[in-house]
């Protein structure tokens, strides 16, 4: 069985202007979704993805580890932890 670790997964709100995205922080109502999922490294990437793609307002959403002393999983740093969309764009960034 592959190990699992405890990721964190945060969609926040975003806002794009003339190629800039600007993320504001300091409220509650600037994240839109943030929790914990226990698995391997490809199922994080999946719940990530899926999460991601459910939200139809502009944001970015990060994966990262629960915590920071974890061990990284391998193929971390190779992977995609990062999703920005825009839903004014005809691709997402």
Do not use: C
Not at 21 to 42: A, C, H, I, K, Q
Not at 46 to 63: D, I, V
Not at 82 to 90: C, E, L, M, V
């Amino acid at each position: 069985m592959a190990k699992q670790y405890t990721f964190t997964i945060q969609i926040r709100k975003a806002s794009f202007s003339n190629g800039v995205m600007s993320v504001p922080y300091g409220t509650p109502d600037d994240v839109y979704w943030e929790g914990y999922f226990t698995g391997t490294l490809n199922d994080a990437l999946r719940q990530f993805e899926a999460l991601s793609a459910e939200e139809s307002r502009p944001h970015t959403a990060y994966l990262s580890m629960a915590k920071r002393m974890d061990r990284l999983p391998h193929g971390f740093n190779k992977s995609k932890t990062r999703i920005n969309f825009n839903p004014d764009a005809k691709v997402a960034a």
